[in-house]
């Protein structure tokens, strides 16, 4: 049969040309692409590494920022109690001087009161011992018909009033 005498040469001219693009494609892309494609994969990686790199390095930064700022913090709370605290002192003392005063001043007041008071009372009793003596007088003078001298019922009303 012709047909099968032809395979052998259709076979062997074929597989001649499978294996001319197969080395067309193993030099083409072995020695052509393949470098690009490695040199690609190291430029990522080496691009991976450099932004870890510098990522690493932020957060150390951004630690070392932290750091500061909760050292800053602490020592702005610090200060801000002491100067809470000083101002509480400060005022305290204000507040006790103003007590002191107002206290100082109702004790005057109140000494001021008190010498009116005593005043007031002395002019009464003197009043009472007045109108005291006047009665007297008048009360001898109704009942007895004498005369009484102011001195004698002077001496009398303060004999009877205890003074």
Request: overall charge neutral; cysteine-free.
């Amino acid at each position: 049969m012709p047909q099968i005498d032809q395979i052998s040469a259709i076979y062997a001219s074929q597989l001649f040309w499978l294996v001319v693009v197969f080395a067309l494609i193993y030099f083409g892309i072995g020695r052509a692409m393949l470098p690009k494609i490695e040199r690609t994969i190291e430029d990522r990686d080496a691009k991976i590494k450099g932004d870890i790199a510098a990522a690493e390095k932020a957060r150390a930064e951004a630690d070392a920022a932290d750091d500061a700022y909760q050292a800053k913090l602490g020592a702005s709370r610090g200060e801000a109690q002491a100067a809470a605290a000083k101002a509480k002192a400060e005022a305290a003392l204000a507040a006790e001087k103003r007590v002191k005063k107002v206290d100082a001043d109702i004790a005057t007041k109140v000494e001021q009161a008190e010498a009116e008071l005593q005043a007031q009372r002395d002019e009464a009793v003197a009043g009472i011992e007045t109108v005291a003596i006047e009665a007297a007088q008048e009360i001898v003078a109704k009942v007895s018909g004498l005369k009484v001298d102011k001195r004698a019922a002077t001496k009398a009303v303060k004999t009877a009033l205890g003074a």
